[in-house]
Structure formats: C-alpha cells, structure tokens
C-alpha cells in the first residue's frame, strides 16, 4: 500500500526519482487508450538505471503496490493507464543506445529509447531497425516490445517479436534476468522473450533489449492507386497477394481518412479518389515489383501514379498522421482488428453497413497487407449517453464481426485495459486460465500492471 | 504406471491403435541424437485422430504414464528418445492436409503431415511453406514446430516460428486448445503459440498447424564460391552482409564435408576448392543480388561460379545431405550451436585448433547466414573409452568457446536430452526456474517428455 511512510521510504531508495507532484500525476496516469475510469496514480518514479528499477520493484513487492510500466505512454489501449493504488514507472529516461554491432546486424539499447532515434542511429551502416509503428517518432522500443507493436513496414519485414533476439527483464521481486540469445537463430529452452513480447508490462519491467537490424533498402518505389470506393481498394490489396508479389508496406485509407488528412494537412487526396491503396517495395527487385503491382490494380480500374520520392515520402507520413491528434475517448475509439485477407473486402462493406445501422461514423485506415484494420467510430460528444449506446454497439458489433470472418480483436495494439471485454470472445476459458496461472508464475503478488491485457 | 491391467485398458480406449510388439518398440524407442542410455518404451501408440490423443492422454494422466511425442524420429537431441516406462505417441499417421487458403496464404495441417508435402501441395497456388530443415523430406510439421525447426531459406524467411500462425494442441490432462490466430498478426494475450513452438513436446501433443506461406520466387539464382580454405569461407559470410545484400540460402561447408560428400556421391566438390560457400538468391531482385554477391566474394579471391538450375538444385541437395547417413552416437556427435555473425571466422577457427588439441575428427557445415554451425566431432569406435573421452571434451569445448562468443548451444535442434546437460552453462537459475514453473503449469504431473528441454 502506499501511504506516507511507504512513499518516504521509496524516496530514500530512490532519491530524485520520485515524484508526486499533481501535474505529474495528471500527466502520467493515461495513454492515449480511452479512459475507462479517470485515476491518479499513487506517484511517478522516473528510472535512470536498472538499478533504479530493480529498487522499486523491490519495494513494491514489500509494500504489494502496483506497478504501471510506461515508454511514451502514446498506447492507444489503455494498458499503460493508472489504477488505483499504483505507481507509474517511468521508462523513458533509460534512453541510451548501448551496442550497434554492425557485422553482427544488433543493436542493443535500453528500454526508453525513441524508435526513431535508433533508426537514425544505425542508417549510417546501412542498417534499419524495421518494426515501425506509425508513432516512431514518439514510440520507445520498450513498448513497442511490451505490446508486441506492428507498423507499415511490418507487411514484409514482420512485426517487433520478429525483431527482437533478447531481453533484460526486472521481475516482480526486482530479480534482474535476461532471455533469449544474441545470435539470430536460438532455441534453448522456452521462448521467453516471445512470452514477454507483447506482455504489456504485466509478466515483468522490460529494461534492456536486443534487436537484429535489417538491410535499409537501396532502392524504394512508391505507388498511388485511387480508387472509386473502399471495397474496390480492399479488392486491390488480394489482387496484389494473386500476384505474388510482397510489398514493404501496403496501406489503405478510406474516402473519409482522405477527406481527414486533407482538412488537417492541405493535401488533396480525396478529389483524387474514394480510396487510396498506398504502396512501397523495397529492394534490388523494388521497380519490377512495383510495376507488377501497378499492372494488377489498373487491372482493376484504379489510377495508379508512380510517386516520386518527395511526394511518396510524405504520402507515408500522412498515412502515418491519419489517425489525427484526437485522443480516443468514451465518444471516439479506434479498433484494431485483424482478418484473414480474403475477408478484407467481406469486413470492409461489413463495416460500413455497421456504421449506417447504428448511425454512427465511421473511418479507416488499415494496415491492409496484414489484414490488420482500424477503423475508427465515432458520435457527436453532445448527443450524450444514447449516442455512447449507439457508439458501443457498433464497436461490440465490429468486434463479433470480425471474429465471426476468422478475425482477432487486437492485431497490434494490445488488449490493455479498453478490450478486455472482448477476449473471452475470442479465447477459451482454458486458455485464459493458462494465461492468469503464466502470469502467477511470474509475478506471485499481482504487482505488475494488473488489470491489463489478459483477464484473470 | 504401465502394466497389464493399465495396458488392457489403453487397448480398449484404443482398439488397434497399440503397438507392444518388440520391433516397434525397438524401432520408436529412439530418434537420430545420440543415445545415452537405451530405453525401450512400454508402447506405441499411432493416433489416428485428435480425439485419439486426447484419449490417450487422459488415461496417461490417470496412470501417470510419461507420454513421449514423435514426429518422424528425425530429430538429432534425443528429445524423441523413449525414457523409463514411457509411451510414444507417433502422429506420423495424422498427417491430412485440411485447408489450403490461397487468398489468405495460410494452410491447416495435422500435425503428421511431411514438411515437402505441404510444399508440394501449395506449390501450384504459387505458395511456399518457408521453413525447410534438411530433413524436409522426411520430417513432421509438427516436429518442425515442436523444434522450431530452422533450414536453409531461414536465412531470409525466418525460422518456423515465424510462419506459425495457430496451434491445437492437446494439454496432458487430455484437453484440446487453440493458440494463436489465423491472421497473420494478433496480439490477444500472451503468445502461446510462440511458447509451444520448440517446447519439444514437454508443454502439450501439438496436433493441428496454421501455417503462413510465403510466395514461391520466381526467379532464382544460386552461386557456388570456392574458397582455398575455411576460414576464408567464412569471412566470405560477413562480407556478403557487409555489402548489405540478403540472401535466400547461405550455407558454408568445410574441406572435410566436401570430401565426404564426393566420397558417397561421386561429386567433385573438394577438387574445386578447400572450402563452399554455397548462396542463393530469390525474388525479383534476385539476378542483382547474385551479382552483388559475387562481386562481394570474387574481392575475397573466391572462385566464384552461377550454376545453372539443374547443377544448382543437385548442390543445394548435396548440402542437404551433408550429415550423411551415419547416426550419431557416443562417437559421433554433430553439434549445433550460433554464435553472431561477426564471431563467425574466430569460431571456425577455433573449432579447427580445438579438433586437433583433442586429436579428433572435425567436418563443419554452417547455416552461416544465421551464425548457426553444425561441427560433427568424432572418433574411432575401435580406439575405445578414452577416444571417447577426447570426443567428449572437445564437445565441451566448442560449447564453452560458442557461449564465450556470445553465442547460444543451440541455434535449431533443441536441447533435447543430450544438450540438457549444457543448458546451465548458457542460462541463470531463474531462468531455468521460471521454465520449470512454466511446464508445471501445462504439466503438473509431469507426464509430457520428462527429462528433455528443460531443467526442472
Ligand atoms: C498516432 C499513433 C500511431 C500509432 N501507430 C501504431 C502502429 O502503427 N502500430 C502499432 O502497433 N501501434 C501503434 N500505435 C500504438 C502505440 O504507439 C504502440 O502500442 C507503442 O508500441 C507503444 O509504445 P510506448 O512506448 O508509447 O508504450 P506505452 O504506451 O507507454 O505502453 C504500452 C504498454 O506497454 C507497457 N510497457 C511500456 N514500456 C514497458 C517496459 N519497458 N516494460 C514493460 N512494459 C512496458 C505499458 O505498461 C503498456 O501496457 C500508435 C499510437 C498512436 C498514438
Ligand atoms: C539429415 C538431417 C538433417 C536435418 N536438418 C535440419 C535442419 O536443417 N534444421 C533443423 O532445425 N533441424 C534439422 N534436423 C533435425 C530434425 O529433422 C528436426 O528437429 C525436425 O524438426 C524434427 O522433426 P520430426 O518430425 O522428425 O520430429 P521428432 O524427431 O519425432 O521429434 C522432435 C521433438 O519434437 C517433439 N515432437 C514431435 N512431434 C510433436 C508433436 N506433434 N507435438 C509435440 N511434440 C512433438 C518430440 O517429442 C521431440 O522432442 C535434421 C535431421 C536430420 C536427420
């Protein structure tokens, strides 16, 4: 519990890394998930060192207070919002890059560093670190361990787990272990560094973590395809998985996304089309994959412009803001879904009858060459409460949907706080207990992040 | 505890499905690692069906009966072996293919369904089953996962784990799970699926794969680069990964293995050089990969020629048979340990000085695009127990010096029975604890391969 003399001693443990101030509580007790339930939490402590995070946890584990693991806090799940009771703990000062081994093609760096900033910092060997969430410029690879996080590029190069070789984890009791292997291939023993990928803070305090880079790619193309309606776009992405051809990124973006991004940005993306399938290859075989694409989606009947690095460059980045600055909210909230691909177009026409039924609105974006949607729903704030009902229904209504067509509720985001609802609709109750009694295994007192990411 | 009475009543639950005969069980007491100690099992059981499994592990729970899986008995660790009073469980008669979804890139498999039959039957929707362990002709799926099989195209598809999309597994209580998703990606709770694949049959019977594919490349090209020795083979390694190019296939093998290979099928190999760095390149890109490649190598004074496809297939099919047909045992053991790319040269010639110091036989192949090597050690069976004791201490050596690189002593066969007694040498005793509490929560009798994977 935490109380004046838990927080004193905390503060001794800890000097100058505790903070209780309101402003810090504020900021730090949400992500930008929709807020179930405001709560403060109890304090922020800010981790310099590993050595700071093994001292809190093992304090908590005296005083049995929890703990919420944050990166940038930029979940979109609620996972790293505050309970009650507990303390925020702070990664995003453990910002060093520790290792770039360029023949080795590793990196190992410590929890906090910006996705970004180790991109830059291994480009100058021709390297890349390829897991890239649309928030990298503000993401920390910790959590995008911790959430197992996707992105554009992960179309072709995989999602974080894919990425990552190693990790030093703080366990419950402040034990300080690592798993997993620097090489590339390794299978001594279970894989725990998959089991904490993708944990969302709750099996135990990611501190350090090892990454293979791939090759940044020599050549990039970039196509435009516009097309008359989101279900003729959802069509191309399948039409390009006919031709056998793999994108580095492959993103759809529906008329209203369009219409979005034009208001906030100026483009004029939705006179060119009612959707747009934007795609990259990459490689020595980039220009001919690109102009296989091209070839299947004017098949199609859509306009296809090839862009030029400009202009593609910051096609990708709109893509990248389309989910606006809006924070969700109990009157805005953005899905995750994933579909197997044959279901996208089913899913998309789904979707947008869904969103007519419930009189709501609707737009989406998708990571479409994984199946991967977000669609967001939203209703006007001053409609009230009936409108929240009708908001939920049609959320409640894509989730069932999606698991009806072979689907999952969270592709990338995590289940955090806002989806819990929703996994015992798609995993059993034997799996689920599984899940709680791997969670006791780790963590005996409850302590970390509870009440996120699995239901127990 | 198997007995008449226990036996009867699994023969009743199973009616032609138990085998007691002395030739099967001779015939499945074993897979191709070496053999500490010869067990024979008390039966074998062939299912036919999940409903099989599942019959047969609950009479296993009820007798508390040690329940041994079996793929195809290709595995090189022992973690087929047959232990004290157990039964084996072969799948190899589960071996349906249930789905192939072309649009979605996905395919359904009994566990017992042969690695290049899948290929085969996907082969005609332009698809490939990535993953492909030598012993692709001859191994299980569900082995491959349950070893997280690695292969020759893993350098650039990943190893099986990353095409394993969702499991049904059989937990030793007798119920059937699902894991996982058949989207290709998903992130609802914690990853079991990852945590089976390479549990080596110690977490629950694996009975039903979901499988990504990967498109088949249209373009292929393969370079054989002779070296005058090995450790400039391998030095040929780094620099195709300093030029940045990402090759399908990357496989290095020694003078020792080159004659081995001419000696049993008539090739010319060794003639050719002293040692092969065998590369292939696929994809659209591939022609000017090769050519980047065979610039990178020709530097390194290389004898570097393109075969054409027939030539190229017949060596990528020697490498493949590299082992040879000899199985190992107490004098012959075939190693498989990583270590990170840049340690590649220092390991390779470290092995070499460490067989002579020891005053025995070395032949070396090498997955060298993931760092993974497979040094065969052996010694004369006629020079008797202290030859054997040389073979055994040049194992521990290559082990120790593997690990002192930071690599792993295991990069894809598993830890098996034989490498159990190395796990400690790599991993803490938290790790090996959490393992140990991990299995007692699948397999709290501790029926499932008991005394393989782990250390508990
Ligand atoms: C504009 C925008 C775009 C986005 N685009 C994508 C996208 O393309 N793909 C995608 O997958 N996600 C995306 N996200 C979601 C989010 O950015 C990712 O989930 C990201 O991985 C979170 O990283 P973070 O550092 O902000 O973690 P936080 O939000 O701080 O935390 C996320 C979760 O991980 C836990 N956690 C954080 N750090 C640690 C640690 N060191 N140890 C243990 N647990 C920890 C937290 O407790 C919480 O449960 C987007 C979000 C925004 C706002
Ligand atoms: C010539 C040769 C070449 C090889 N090349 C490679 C290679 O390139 N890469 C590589 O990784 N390996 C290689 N191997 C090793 C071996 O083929 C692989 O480990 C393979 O994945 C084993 O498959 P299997 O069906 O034979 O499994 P088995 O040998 O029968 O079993 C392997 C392990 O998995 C468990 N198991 C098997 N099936 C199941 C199931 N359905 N559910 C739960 N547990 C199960 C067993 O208990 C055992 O622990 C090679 C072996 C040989 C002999």
């Known amino acids: 519990m935490i109380d004046a003399a838990s927080l004193a001693e905390l503060d001794a443990a800890l000097p100058g890394r505790v903070s209780t101030a309101p402003a810090d509580l504020t900021l730090y007790s949400r992500d930008q998930g929709p807020v179930l339930e405001p709560v403060l939490p109890g304090a922020v402590v800010h981790a310099h060192t590993v050595a700071d995070v093994q001292a809190l946890l093992r304090w908590a584990t005296r005083h049995a207070v929890a703990i919420v693991s944050r990166g940038a806090g930029s979940g979109v799940s609620g996972g790293a919002h505050a309970t009650t009771g507990s303390v925020i703990l702070s990664l995003e000062r453990m910002n060093r890059i520790l290792e770039i081994n360029a023949d080795d093609e590793t990196a190992v760096v410590e929890a906090g560093v910006i996705n970004t900033e180790l991109n830059d910092a291994v480009a100058e060997y021709g390297l890349m670190y390829a897991p890239d969430p649309a928030s990298y410029r503000w993401s920390t690879i910790g959590g995008n361990v911790a959430t197992n996080a996707g992105g554009l590029r992960c179309a072709k ?23 997993g292997h620097r090489t590339f291939k390794g299978v001594a023993g279970y894989d725990l560094t998959a089991l904490m990928t993708g944990s969302e803070g709750t099996l135990g305090v990611i501190v350090g973590i090892t990454v293979r880079l791939r090759y940044l790619p020599r050549s990039v193309h970039t196509l435009a ?19 056998r051809v793999q994108p580095a990124i492959l993103e759809l973006l529906d008329g209203r996304t369009l219409e979005a991004l034009d208001g906030a940005h100026g483009s004029d993306l939705r006179s060119r089309g009612g959707s747009l399938l934007l795609v990259r290859t990459d490689g020595y075989g980039a220009a001919a994959e690109a102009e296989a694409i091209r070839t299947a989606l004017v098949g199609l009947g859509a306009s296809v412009s090839e862009e030029d690095s400009e202009e593609a460059d910051r096609l990708v980045d709109l893509r990248r803001h389309s989910r606006g600055d809006e924070v969700d909210d109990l009157y805005r909230v953005g899905e995750d879904v994933a579909v197997p691909k044959s279901q996208l177009v089913h899913y998309v026409a789904a979707l947008e009858a869904m969103a007519e039924r419930h009189n709501v609105q609707l737009k989406v974006v998708a990571h479409a060459g994984d199946g991967n949607l977000h669609p967001t729903f939203w209703v006007e704030r001053s409609e009230g409460a009936e409108a929240q009902e009708r908001l939920e229904a049609a959320l409640d209504e894509s989730i069932r949907c999606a698991l009806d067509l072979g689907g999952t509720i969270t592709g990338e985001h995590g289940v955090g706080q806002y989806k819990r609802r929703w996994l015992a609709w798609e995993q059993s109750p034997e799996v689920l207990r599984l899940q709680a009694e791997i ?17 127990s």
Do not use: C, H, Q, W
């Open 225 to 243: 395809a516009f097309f008359e309606d989101f279900p003729r776009a959802a069509a191309g992405v399948l039409a390009i998985g006919r031709a």
């Open 439 to 455: 969670k006791k295994v780790f963590d005996p007192l409850g302590i970390l992040n509870p009440g996120k990411a699995i239901v």
């Open 157 to 179: 190069y995989g999602v974080t787990r894919d990425s990552v070789l190693a990790l030093d984890v703080v366990l419950a009791d402040g034990t300080l272990i690592s798993t």
